[in-house]
């Protein structure tokens, strides 16, 4: 499956925005999605997951505002950022896996397929 992350761009604090995670290649109803985030000099950091029921798992950091979505019709996964921080500037990746398994949600050692990243840069 190829995975197709954009959405990003500049916001300000305070503001809103959405990145898609597009699928291709293969229906991925089955697959748990996550995003992750990477700073430069710094390691990739799990931020949220839905898995293939609906589930979703999100990281302290953005608990409360931002949600992921899935919309199985469109084989797109959405990350729907609400009162974005400049700490939540980062490169973000969108990563798909049919076999991982709950514990192992946050690694990113459990995800097969990658995106290329989107950049969100947040102005204070």
């Known amino acids: 499956v190829q995975l197709q992350a954009s959405g990003g761009g500049l916001v300000q604090a305070g503001g809103s925005l959405r990145l898609s995670c597009a699928a291709s290649g293969r229906t991925f109803s089955g697959y748990t999605v996550a995003w992750f985030r990477q700073t430069p000099g710094k390691e990739r950091e799990f931020v949220s997951a839905i898995r293939w029921n609906g589930a979703t798992i999100d990281s302290g950091p953005v608990k409360g505002r931002f949600t992921i979505s899935r919309d199985n019709a469109k084989n797109t996964v959405y990350l729907q950022m609400n009162s974005v921080k400049p700490e939540d500037t980062a490169v973000y990746y969108c990563?798909?896996?049919?076999?991982?398994?709950?514990?192992?949600?946050?690694?990113?050692?459990?995800?097969?397929?990658w995106g290329q990243g989107t950049q969100l840069t947040v102005s204070s």
């Open positions: 990563a798909a896996s049919s076999t991982v398994i709950l514990s192992n949600i946050r690694r990113e050692s459990a995800y097969g397929y």
